[in-house]
Antibody
Framework: EVQLVESGGGLVQPGRSLRLSCTTS????????MAWVRQAPGKGLEWIGV??????????EYAASVKGRFTISRDDSKSIAYLQMNSLKTEDTALYYC??????????????WGQGTVVTVSS | DIVMTQSPDSLAVSLGERATINCKSS????????????LAWYQQNPGQPPKLLFF???TRVAGVPDRFSGSGSGTDFTLTISSLQAEDVAVYYC?????????FGQGTKLEIK
């Protein structure tokens, strides 16, 4: 069974850092690009960024709202994608999802999603 | 950035009736090299992650009931549910993956009338 499980969320003060993990199973992780998407309470979906597979260079792209503060990385040996979040702001409070990009190379839709992990930024 | 605008924001339809959700992109998302529209539709039920319904604007994901259909090209797209069922109550999002950032529409909340 294909699975994505996010972890690492929690309550953090503004200006601090947090690293989220997306642990995957049931598919060949190295083949796929991975995306992060967030959803603020009661709001819609916001695309945060993506990391391509190594064959496509392992390149990253980010939304303007997080560029320079967030970094996506991947460890193909562990089948895990990461979202390093620095200089967190209260407006980063959201449910954070990781999602698999269905095709390779980009671009394509997200066909598998995790259940998400909640990040709350508050003093 | 490409702006995705859905209409309406909310929609109430009677059981068995047709539901239509529109999505408009601020520029064409038809990719000339593959002649495909880089658009996806997702369904999100309360407390659940989004579920992919369609990619390439009109390719239905396996297991999605055929009462759901996706259409459109260029900048204008439509998700249609031909005969609304109770389990279709959800929020629906379109997303373009023509270029990054892969922006989503604001969502359309579908309810039973």
């Amino acid at each position: 069974e294909v699975q994505l499980v996010e972890s690492g969320g929690g309550l953090v003060q503004p200006g601090r850092s947090l690293r989220l993990s997306c642990t995957t199973s049931g598919f060949t992780f190295a083949y796929y690009a991975m995306a992060w998407v967030r959803q603020a309470p009661g709001k819609g979906l916001e695309w945060i960024g993506v990391i391509t597979n190594k064959a496509s260079g392992g390149t990253t792209e980010y939304a303007a709202s997080v560029k320079g503060r967030f970094t996506i990385s991947r460890d193909d040996s562990k089948s895990i994608a990461y979202l390093q979040m620095n200089s967190l702001k209260t407006e980063d409070t959201a449910l954070y999802y990781c999602a698999r990009i269905r095709g390779a190379p980009l671009p394509d839709a997200s066909d598998v999603w995790g259940q998400g992990t909640v990040v709350t930024v508050s003093s | 950035d490409i702006v995705m605008t859905q209409s309406p924001d909310s929609l109430a339809v009677s059981l068995g009736e047709r539901a239509t959700i529109n999505c408009k992109s601020s520029q064409s998302i038809l990719y000339s090299s593959n002649n495909k529209n880089h658009l996806a539709w997702y369904q999100q039920n309360p407390g659940q992650p989004p579920k992919l319904l369609f990619f390439w604007a009109s390719t239905r994901v396996a297991g999605v009931p055929d009462r759901f259909s996706g259409s459109g090209s260029g900048t204008d797209f439509t998700l249609t549910i031909s005969s609304l069922q109770a389990e279709d109550v959800a929020v629906y999002y379109c997303q373009q993956y023509y270029t990054t950032p892969n922006t989503f529409g604001q969502g359309t909340k579908l309810e039973i009338k």
